[in-house]
């Protein structure tokens, strides 16, 4: 039987950084906080981004097959909690946070980020209750230097 308790602790202590992930749908944006990204491949230039299946975002970028990853800094704690809720109406989370489209992709990228990568999806894994979506680096740019914002700082959890 699996030790419930030690699984929990242990998949806790896997590092996680945080990010704004961005979608859209024709004029429809929206963007969502992500902390389970990471790099696949150097060539090409490869991510892993998992999204939670019952998400509107999940929708979004299972129909559209692009995405943007915004790269918080260290002490943005309150932007990636601006885009943890649903939103009764898509786009909402973005009325007063600055960004414009990304020029590939068209998705959303924070204005007030240390940078961003736009990503064309070229494969998934639809297991249990997030789709593992490998995302190709097809763009990228830096805003400012900085450290990135991680999970632990937060002292929030996701995973377990
Ligand atoms: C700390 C933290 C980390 C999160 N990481 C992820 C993640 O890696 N993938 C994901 O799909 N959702 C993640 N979420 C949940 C989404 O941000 C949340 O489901 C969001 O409401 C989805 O937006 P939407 O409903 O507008 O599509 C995380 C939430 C928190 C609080």
């Given at each position: 039987?699996l030790?419930?308790?030690?699984k929990?602790t242990?998949?806790?202590?896997i590092?996680?950084?945080?990010?704004?992930?961005?979608?859209?749908d024709?004029?429809?944006?929206?963007g969502?906080?992500v902390?389970?990204?990471m790099?696949?491949?150097f060539e090409?230039p490869?991510?892993v981004?998992?999204?939670k299946?019952?998400?509107?975002?999940h929708?979004m970028l299972?129909k559209?097959?692009?995405?943007?990853?915004?790269?918080?800094?260290?002490g943005?704690?309150?932007?990636?909690a601006?885009?943890?809720?649903?939103?009764?109406?898509?786009?909402?989370?973005f009325?007063?946070?600055?960004?414009?489209e990304g020029e590939?992709?068209g998705?959303p990228?924070?204005?007030?980020s240390?940078?961003?990568?736009?990503?064309q999806?070229?494969g998934s894994?639809?297991?249990?209750?997030?789709?593992?979506?490998?995302?190709?680096v097809?763009s990228a740019?830096i805003?400012?230097?900085?450290?990135?914002?991680?999970?632990?700082s937060t002292?929030?959890q996701y995973?377990?």
């Open positions: 039987m030790d419930e308790k030690a929990k242990m998949l806790r202590k590092p996680h950084g945080l990010y704004i992930c961005g979608v859209k024709g004029e429809n944006l929206n969502f906080t902390s389970w990204l790099q696949s491949s090409p490869l991510v981004n998992c999204v299946k019952d998400s509107g975002s929708e299972k559209n097959g692009v995405f943007s990853i915004s790269f918080l800094e260290e943005q704690k309150d932007l990636a601006k885009f943890f809720k649903p939103q009764s109406r898509v786009g909402n989370k009325e007063d946070v600055e960004f414009y590939k992709t998705c990228i924070i204005k007030d240390l940078g961003y990568v736009e990503c999806v070229v894994v639809e297991k249990g209750d997030h789709t593992v979506y490998v995302g190709e097809i740019g805003h400012r230097e900085g450290k990135a914002l991680n999970l632990e002292g929030w995973g377990g």
